[in-house]
């Protein structure tokens, strides 16, 4: 059977956060999979990979909260609940959030909305399990646009457009103007692009980028890319 890996890509998601608690921990991820399965009364499923904490809080509290990210939400943002995992870090640390009605956790920051649900069965898929929850509480915070899974790759490959200076497409002929992409998250650089959430403006080589710069999603330092082929 021939399978086109792309055609995966054609099919519409959005961009949520997914959080949970286990005991007095809280702890969340980003997930493209939600769906509504019912309306009376409103069921939904998620689908969370057996490996990330947010699946282990899930299975103990058989609850879970989602946000539903806005299309402004920066790429640091993403990456600090997509990249990285609570096992190492706290990611609720710095955020705004607040309590749900069944004491999940709900994100607020660069969230238009979120909904609470209580798990009411789950699936064995391989490598992922599908929760079902029976919403318990929905909430719009503010009318604006989501973004989607779609959105999401595009800005990732850049869609910044180019107001560059005249003197920086001078540098761009002489310069090595490569793209370069983590090997932890696969954000690809492109210094046509730049890296305006740190500051770094279009133009700016890879090779240029201070020792300091990290990847914008993942925080995995310059030396963790590779010159994209
Ligand atoms: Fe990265």
Request: with cysteine.
């Amino acid at each position: 059977m021939n399978i086109a890996p792309q055609l995966f890509h054609k099919i519409s998601y959005g961009l949520y956060i997914i959080a949970s608690k286990k005991d007095r921990k809280f702890n969340g991820q980003i997930a493209n999979t939600v769906f509504q399965l019912t309306s009376e009364p409103i069921k939904i499923a998620v689908s969370i990979n057996k490996q990330n904490l947010t699946h282990e809080f899930i299975k103990q509290s058989r609850i879970f909260s989602v946000s539903i990210l806005s299309k402004e939400t920066p790429m640091k943002f993403i990456g600090h609940f997509g990249f990285k995992s609570g096992r190492e870090v706290d990611k609720f640390k710095d955020i705004n959030y607040k309590l749900g009605i069944n004491g999940a956790p709900i994100v607020l920051d660069n969230c238009l909305g979120y909904l609470e649900a209580k798990v009411i069965g789950e699936i064995d898929i391989g490598t992922h399990t599908l929760f079902i929850g029976e919403v318990v509480a929905a909430e719009i915070m503010r009318d604006i646009e989501p973004i989607t899974y779609d959105y999401y790759h595009k800005v990732k490959g850049g869609k910044t457009p180019m107001t560059a200076p005249t003197y920086i497409k001078e540098e761009k002929e002489v310069k090595k103007m490569d793209k370069y992409v983590c090997t932890v998250c696969g954000y690809v650089y492109d210094p046509k692009v730049g890296d305006p959430d740190s500051g770094i403006k279009p133009g700016t080589p890879f090779e240029e980028l201070p020792d300091n710069w990290t990847c914008p999603v993942c925080g995995a330092s310059k030396d963790a890319f590779k010159r994209e082929e």
